[in-house]
């Protein structure tokens, strides 16, 4: 009888015991938050991670070989897709890597935190990584440039590794400029660096509009940069940008778009597949090799960058806001208790 009663409570138990749980699970996963910032959202880039001097000497202080292979992938931001092409890469024997640009999903520190969470945890390349600046990897307010280049080193660089020459440059459109980079062409063009390699291979992140056949969009200096890539004789330029697959040769230049590491793809257009490259360099061939990856969503990094991303920035932006809001739950949630713990000891004192 007294069981029967507690059950027609509409107010004690019905209603009053659902909120309080959902106001404890909303204080488990705003713990959870803190915790995972804590210890995940300072995570600093690995040690061979960065477009840093000490990084590339990894490579150039290595002896002579007969071949080398390196791995190229653009537009990584996923939650799931690309951290599958990491542990298919991670079985290669790899020289070094390149991301390709686009590797979040806007400029901010917050994804920018949830990268090198990853990046340190679950991705962890045993070889060298460097990272071209996408359009989305800055922003001119939330994450300059400047700011890029203190958390992964200089933008445009350069090194040679193995008789060949490794350009990496900041190709971005508007309201970013690309004078730099061009300069950059043009000191390695006036220093004759094509008689001193056997290879040259320029990394950037937008593909300039060679042919119909690669979606690119315009930039500033788009016909000057392939002339000066003719003058530079560069064998490849390797780009992201286009969130598929694409490839091009004009003059004595491949043009190769690879850029499905893990955005949606473009739908309805070639080169609709996720992947990453693989590049064989031997002393007279360069072979490319597609790996191929299925779409995956993981739900843990979902929400972990979500975490990292939007919910701890807007926390620490709304501090007053958190304690004053977790000030009125916690008095909710003592008030009902309160008066369920009444409702029970009336309902069976009756």
Same mark, same amino acid.
């Given at each position: 009888?007294?069981?029967?009663?507690?059950?027609?409570?509409?107010?004690?138990?019905?209603?009053?015991?659902?909120?309080?749980?959902?106001?404890?699970?909303?204080?488990?996963? $705003?713990?959870?938050?803190?915790?995972?910032?804590?210890? $995940?959202?300072?995570?600093?880039?690995?040690?061979?991670?960065?477009?840093?001097?000490?990084?590339?000497?990894?490579?150039?202080?290595?002896?002579?070989? $007969?071949?080398?292979?390196?791995?190229?992938?653009?537009?990584?931001?996923?939650?799931?897709?690309?951290?599958?092409?990491?542990?298919?890469?991670? $079985?290669?024997?790899?020289?070094?890597?390149?991301?390709?640009?686009?590797?979040?999903?806007?400029?901010?520190?917050?994804?920018?935190?949830?990268?090198?969470?990853?990046?340190?945890?679950?991705?962890?390349?045993?070889?060298?990584?460097?990272?071209?600046?996408?359009?989305?990897?800055?922003?001119?307010?939330?994450?300059?440039?400047?700011?890029?280049?203190?958390?992964?080193?200089?933008?445009?660089?350069?090194?040679?590794?193995?008789?060949?020459?490794?350009?990496?440059?900041?190709?971005?459109?508007?309201? *970013?400029?690309?004078?730099?980079?061009?300069?950059?062409?043009?000191?390695?063009?006036?220093?004759?660096?094509?008689?001193?390699?056997?290879?040259?291979?320029?990394?950037?992140?937008?593909?300039?509009?060679?042919?119909?056949?690669?979606?690119?969009?315009?930039?500033?200096?788009?016909?000057?940069?392939?002339?000066?890539?003719?003058?530079?004789?560069?064998? *490849?330029?390797?780009?992201?940008?286009?969130?598929?697959?694409?490839?091009?040769?004009?003059?004595?230049?491949?043009?190769?778009?690879?850029?499905?590491?893990?955005?949606?793809?473009?739908?309805?257009?070639?080169?609709?597949?996720?992947?990453?490259?693989?590049?064989?360099?031997?002393?007279?061939?360069?072979?490319?090799?597609?790996?191929?990856?299925?779409?995956?969503?993981?739900?843990?990094?979902?929400?972990?960058?979500?975490?990292?991303?939007?919910?701890?920035?807007?926390?620490?932006?709304?501090?007053?806001?958190?304690?004053?809001?977790?000030?009125?739950?916690?008095?909710?949630?003592?008030?009902?208790?309160?008066?369920?713990?009444?409702?029970?000891?009336?309902?069976?004192?009756?």
């Amino acid at each position: 009888m007294r069981i029967h009663q507690l059950i027609q409570k509409p107010t004690s138990l019905r209603v009053t015991v659902p909120i309080v749980l959902f106001i404890l699970c909303f204080f488990s996963f $705003e713990v959870y938050a803190l915790l995972l910032q804590r210890f $995940e959202g300072n995570e600093k880039l690995p040690p061979l991670s960065g477009n840093f001097m000490h990084v590339r000497e990894v490579l150039t202080q290595e002896k002579p070989m $007969e071949a080398f292979r390196f791995a190229v992938f653009g537009d990584t931001k996923s939650t799931g897709t690309f951290e599958k092409i990491a542990d298919e890469l991670k $079985e290669e024997s790899l020289s070094f890597a390149v991301f390709l640009g686009d590797f979040v999903r806007r400029g901010t520190e917050g994804e920018h935190a949830y990268f090198k969470a990853e990046l340190a945890r679950e991705i962890a390349f045993p070889f060298p990584t460097f990272f071209l600046a996408g359009n989305h990897d800055i922003d001119t307010n939330n994450f300059p440039i400047s700011r890029f280049e203190e958390v992964y080193g200089p933008s445009i660089f350069s090194f040679t590794y193995q008789e060949c020459l490794f350009v990496f440059l900041r190709i971005l459109d508007k309201p *970013y400029s690309t004078k730099e980079s061009l300069l950059f062409l043009e000191k390695l063009i006036s220093e004759d660096a094509s008689s001193r390699h056997r290879m040259i291979f320029v990394f950037s992140h937008i593909p300039p509009p060679v042919s119909s056949v690669i979606d690119a969009r315009e930039f500033e200096g788009s016909e000057e940069f392939v002339s000066l890539v003719e003058k530079l004789h560069a064998d *490849y330029v390797i780009t992201g940008d286009y969130h598929g697959y694409a490839r091009v040769k004009k003059g004595n230049t491949v043009y190769l778009v690879t850029g499905g590491g893990g955005a949606h793809l473009k739908k309805n257009k070639y080169g609709c597949f996720h992947h990453a490259m693989v590049i064989d360099v031997s002393e007279d061939k360069v072979v490319e090799n597609i790996l191929f990856i299925n779409r995956n969503e993981d739900l843990e990094d979902r929400i972990e960058r979500f975490i990292l991303a939007d919910l701890y920035p807007w926390m620490k932006g709304h501090f007053v806001i958190i304690i004053f809001s977790n000030i009125i739950l916690i008095t909710i949630v003592v008030w009902l208790g309160v008066s369920i713990r009444r409702s029970i000891q009336q309902t069976l004192l009756s």
